[in-house]
């Protein structure tokens, strides 16, 4: 069978990274059932394949122009050329708009011209998104940026749970303004090893 590679990083109080870590300080289970570690290693400076997953619904008519200057910034900022990034834009629908490269004008081609228009699919966003993963070996981020509660999925919010804990996909979710569902957000991150971030203001989006 194929190893199961499970990404770690340990911090303190303060949120910094503790170095030193060695296999007997970890313990790994799945249902209870305490695992095998087969190999142990400190990795540094792996590729990264992160997929910015981009709320164009129309609630985000005033705001997305600010929304799609930060995910640029983050990508120029990131992205170098062992690594590979992806835009996927959804409303009522999830698409992939620019698929993974390392190539960042191609990434603001992505970025460019979209316009803010009818619903919030946002669990068929994330499932979409964390499908396209696949296949795809190393450190992996799912940025989700929306401002609203989904609305019309197929998919329920459990089903993105169940998908989002076997996709091994670190997932960080930034919920812009009062209508966004924090508890859910805050759900989808942390059971992935990731984040999320709340703001009132997408003002507040660069920063993160």
């Not at 490269?101 to 979409?128: C, H, M, Q, W």
């Not at 209508?179 to 920063?207: I, N, W, Y």
């Amino acid at each position: 069978i194929n190893f199961v590679d499970l990404y770690t990083s340990v911090f303190d109080r303060q949120n910094r990274p503790v170095e030193g870590m060695q296999q007997k300080d970890f313990s790994v289970t799945e249902d209870g059932v305490k695992q095998e570690i087969s190999r142990f290693e400190r990795v540094t400076n792996l590729p990264i394949h992160a997929a910015v997953t981009l709320d164009i619904s129309a609630s985000m008519e005033k705001n997305l122009d600010k929304a799609r200057t930060a995910a640029l910034q983050f990508l120029q900022g990131t992205i170098q050329p062992k690594d590979r990034a992806a835009v996927v834009t959804f409303n009522d629908h999830p698409n992939l708009t620019v698929k993974f490269t390392n190539d960042v004008p191609a990434l603001a081609g992505g970025l460019a011209g979209l316009k803010a228009e009818r619903g919030t699919a946002l669990y068929d966003s994330v499932i979409f998104t964390l499908y396209y993963f696949t296949g795809v070996k190393g450190q992996r981020a799912l940025l989700l940026l929306t401002d609203g509660k989904d609305e019309g999925s197929r998919f329920s919010f459990e089903d993105a749970m169940e998908y989002a804990r076997r996709a091994g996909v670190t997932i960080y979710a930034t919920g812009l303004g009062d209508d966004a569902d924090r508890r859910k957000l805050e759900k989808l991150s942390e059971e992935t090893g990731g984040r999320a971030f709340m703001l009132q203001t997408v003002d507040e989006l660069p920063g993160i």
